[in-house]
């Protein structure tokens, strides 16, 4: 129940505010993955910070890849092409 108010009364109106889209509570976990492993964060590291028992579980189901992602490791492949 407390759940509950906690979404209706704050969490939500606070998406609608910030002009974000209406997410559950739990993406919040999804993007923290994301981000984090975006910038670089060794994927231990983001499973402890999540409380998984394994990295696999961090990086199959909490981890996504984003476009930004695919653009960099398509300019490391370029780049390595390029010198052979």
């Known amino acids: 129940m407390e759940c509950q108010n906690l979404m209706r009364r704050s969490f939500k109106p606070l998406l609608r505010r910030a002009g974000l889209p209406d997410i559950r509570f739990h993406d919040l976990r999804h993007s923290a993955a994301t981000?984090?492993?975006s910038l670089g964060e060794h994927p231990k590291v983001v499973q402890e910070r999540l409380g998984h028992?394994?990295?696999?579980?961090?990086?199959?189901?909490?981890?996504?890849?984003?476009?930004?992602?695919?653009?960099e490791t398509a300019s490391k492949l370029d780049t390595l092409f390029g010198t052979l």
């Open 53 to 71: 028992a394994t990295t696999g579980v961090t990086m199959d189901i909490y981890s996504h890849v984003t476009p930004d992602m695919q653009r």
């Open 35 to 37: 981000l984090l492993l």
